[in-house]
């Protein structure tokens, strides 16, 4: 017997205003709210909800932030799993995880299913090793199945997170599957100031700290390395027993992570 190990979050704690830096996806995103909070509005002029929106872009960039702002900010149950949970070495154990999830969301309808890195159960069929693998493409089949068989308009909308799109078999890319694409890219300038503003809300930061100064510094940079930017600064100042975090502290957790970014350091020169 398959144990399903999706989690049920009925409050994921994330709200709009948490996000910053990726308006239009976060525009896309408080429509479907809308969608889940007065169905009719949307039913009546014969439209329907769509089912599954495609999340992609790089890690860090507030995929899985998105995904959980919606729930939320709907109040609808938040089912979350990542595609690797569902790829097993057992044949039919993957696609048995895939029926129970979604047999437990249209039990919870309306609600948001979430699936992080889909091209682990979603890669192209046939393109394996030795011409593909059998256990992957019941559950990719079971998946696709599944999209199929609920109804618009029902309330389970399945959000997926990939960073390569480019893998996906085209099958769940079709009308009435993934229809929506969004794409959601690292922020700009701009974009980083309004997400260290939101990561710097509970800092005490010092005066020499400018938030502006620092997202020039930071070309590059995702939203989750930005967080972790501030982050380590906090725990610097900690260390050093200061009650404000100052420029010192971000300087020094700026290159740890400029250190982390361009991967591990090489040994023995
Ligand atoms: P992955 O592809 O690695 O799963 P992701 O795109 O799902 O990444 P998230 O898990 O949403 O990334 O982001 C990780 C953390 O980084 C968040 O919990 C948040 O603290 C911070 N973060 C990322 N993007 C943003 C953003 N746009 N605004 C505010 N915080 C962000």
Do not use: W
């Given at each position: 017997k398959s144990t399903a190990r999706f989690e049920r979050r009925?409050?994921?704690?994330?709200?709009?205003?948490?996000?910053?830096?990726?308006d239009e996806a976060k525009a896309e995103f408080e429509e479907i709210v809308s969608f889940l909070k007065e169905p009719e509005k949307y039913t009546v002029v014969g439209a329907k909800i769509p089912k599954g929106i495609l999340l992609v872009g790089?890690?860090?960039?507030g995929k899985t932030l998105l995904a959980k702002a919606i729930a939320n900010e709907a109040d609808v149950p938040f089912f979350s799993v990542a595609?690797?949970?569902?790829?097993?070495?057992?044949?039919g154990i993957g696609a048995a995880r895939v029926r129970d999830l979604f047999q437990k969301a249209s039990e919870n309808a309306p609600c948001i299913v979430f699936i992080d890195e889909i091209d682990a159960v979603g890669?192209?069929?046939?393109?394996?090793?030795?011409?593909?693998?059998d256990e992957r493409e019941q559950t990719l089949n079971q998946l696709l199945t599944e999209m199929d068989g609920f109804k618009e308009n029902k309330g389970v909308i399945v959000v997926g997170a990939t960073n390569?799109?480019?893998?996906?078999?085209?099958a769940l890319l079709r009308p009435g599957r993934f229809d929506r694409q969004v794409t959601v890219n690292l922020p700009d300038r701009l974009g980083r100031i309004g997400i260290l503003k939101v990561h710097a809300k509970n800092k005490p930061l010092g005066?020499?700290?400018?938030l502006v100064q620092l997202a020039n510094r930071?070309?590059?940079?995702s939203g989750a390395d930005l967080a972790n930017l501030l982050n380590e600064a906090a725990i610097l100042a900690t260390r050093y027993k200061k009650e404000t975090i100052s420029k010192n502290e971000v300087n020094q957790a700026i290159d740890r992570i400029i250190g982390g970014i361009a991967g591990t350091p090489l040994e023995d020169g």
């Amino acid at each position: 017997k398959s144990t399903a190990r999706f989690e049920r979050r009925p409050d994921t704690g994330v709200n709009f205003k948490d996000i910053a830096g990726i308006d239009e996806a976060k525009a896309e995103f408080e429509e479907i709210v809308s969608f889940l909070k007065e169905p009719e509005k949307y039913t009546v002029v014969g439209a329907k909800i769509p089912k599954g929106i495609l999340l992609v872009g790089p890690p860090g960039t507030g995929k899985t932030l998105l995904a959980k702002a919606i729930a939320n900010e709907a109040d609808v149950p938040f089912f979350s799993v990542a595609g690797s949970e569902f790829v097993e070495m057992f044949i039919g154990i993957g696609a048995a995880r895939v029926r129970d999830l979604f047999q437990k969301a249209s039990e919870n309808a309306p609600c948001i299913v979430f699936i992080d890195e889909i091209d682990a159960v979603g890669r192209e069929r046939g393109a394996g090793v030795g011409g593909g693998n059998d256990e992957r493409e019941q559950t990719l089949n079971q998946l696709l199945t599944e999209m199929d068989g609920f109804k618009e308009n029902k309330g389970v909308i399945v959000v997926g997170a990939t960073n390569r799109v480019d893998i996906l078999d085209a099958a769940l890319l079709r009308p009435g599957r993934f229809d929506r694409q969004v794409t959601v890219n690292l922020p700009d300038r701009l974009g980083r100031i309004g997400i260290l503003k939101v990561h710097a809300k509970n800092k005490p930061l010092g005066d020499d700290v400018s938030l502006v100064q620092l997202a020039n510094r930071t070309p590059g940079f995702s939203g989750a390395d930005l967080a972790n930017l501030l982050n380590e600064a906090a725990i610097l100042a900690t260390r050093y027993k200061k009650e404000t975090i100052s420029k010192n502290e971000v300087n020094q957790a700026i290159d740890r992570i400029i250190g982390g970014i361009a991967g591990t350091p090489l040994e023995d020169g």
